[in-house]
């Protein structure tokens, strides 16, 4: 997950200094694969740190936020640009800032403690 969110802040960086359309390339390759990576790596992951009774409920959720994510991403970065002075690119150094934390922070996940009901080891049932 952390190599999959530096991705993001990688590709922002690259793509805000473009000034080829191979930098651009490569910015977009960049973000393809460290996004496949993610997408690989959040099924495992949520099993991994929140077990399997509910699974499909917390992916949902996951992906819902991955949609919402998806429609502001692109209108936050046109209202950033045209704050920063009109150009859509000049948005893009606040992504890299908001990704790379998310990517430390991932790093250093820990799984959550189950709820106190789960700890009881009542074998009279």
């Given amino acids: 997950m952390p190599a999959a969110t530096l991705g993001i802040t990688v590709a ?4 805000w200094q473009t000034s ?26 949520i099993a991994r740190f929140f077990g399997r009774p509910h699974h499909g409920a917390i992916r949902g959720f996951v992906t819902a936020a991955m949609v919402a994510g998806t429609a502001a991403g692109p209108f936050l970065l046109t209202q950033l640009g045209a704050w920063a002075g009109g ?6 150094p606040a992504f890299a800032l ?22 009881n080891d009542d074998s009279s049932e």
């Fill in 98 to 119: 908001v990704a790379l934390p998310v990517a430390i922070a991932s790093a250093f996940a820990v799984r959550p403690l189950p709820p106190a009901d789960e700890n």
């Fill in 12 to 15: 922002s960086l690259i793509l």
């Fill in 20 to 45: 080829e359309p191979w930098h651009a390339a490569t910015a977009m390759g960049v973000f393809g694969i460290t996004q496949g990576w993610g997408m690989a790596a959040k099924g495992p992951a």
């Fill in 87 to 92: 150009e859509l690119r000049r948005g893009l």
